[in-house]
């Protein structure tokens, strides 16, 4: 594989949308801030690893997240397979614009907007942190019916804001 060349500049544009995505994973400022930090100083160092099959954003997400599980570990707190999984960065990530206080806002009128099941689904999911299984419980559903609703908001909400413009 080609090693693709990283330099300061091109890290120092992705600091803060990498301390956004620590942010939703954490759900802690001054976690979050530590997690950052140790990101951009662990690709400093290991830069030449980077190959460009995917996206530095992504590649720099990856890295925090590793931190972050890393922590959860040395604390004992158990990280579930489904939370696992919701872990891999999206660069239009409603739920890391969750975490941003000037856009949560705008997030949290057009969810009051949406019909129900959307609105609470995707409440339960972001904000109550639920697993979809115990949405599904919920509803008295499976958790397909829980991962498809889920997405369906997440996609009525981003929809609504890029006509909003804040998207």
Not at 31 to 53: C, K, P, W, Y
Request: hydrophobic content about 35%; proline content about 1%; some cysteine.
């Amino acid at each position: 594989m080609a090693q693709k060349r990283i330099d300061k500049e091109m890290l120092a544009a992705e600091y803060s949308a990498v301390y956004r995505y620590a942010l939703v994973l954490c759900r802690d400022e001054t976690q979050a801030q530590d997690i950052t930090q140790d990101t951009f100083m662990r690709a400093l160092s290991t830069g030449s690893r980077f190959t460009g099959d995917s996206s530095l954003y992504t590649w720099l997400c990856s890295i925090a997240k590793n931190l972050w599980l890393d922590i959860c570990r040395k604390s004992g707190r158990e990280v579930s397979l489904d939370e696992q999984g919701m872990l891999i960065p999206d660069t239009d990530s409603i739920e890391q614009r969750a975490a941003d206080r000037s856009t949560s806002r705008e997030i949290h009128r057009i969810l009051h907007t949406l019909e129900e099941p959307y609105k609470e689904v995707f409440s339960l999911r972001v904000f109550g942190q639920l697993s979809f299984a115990d949405i599904a419980e919920l509803f008295g559903k499976t958790e397909s019916w829980a991962r498809v609703t889920y997405h369906r908001a997440r996609k009525k909400i981003a929809e609504q804001m890029r006509k909003d413009g804040t998207l």
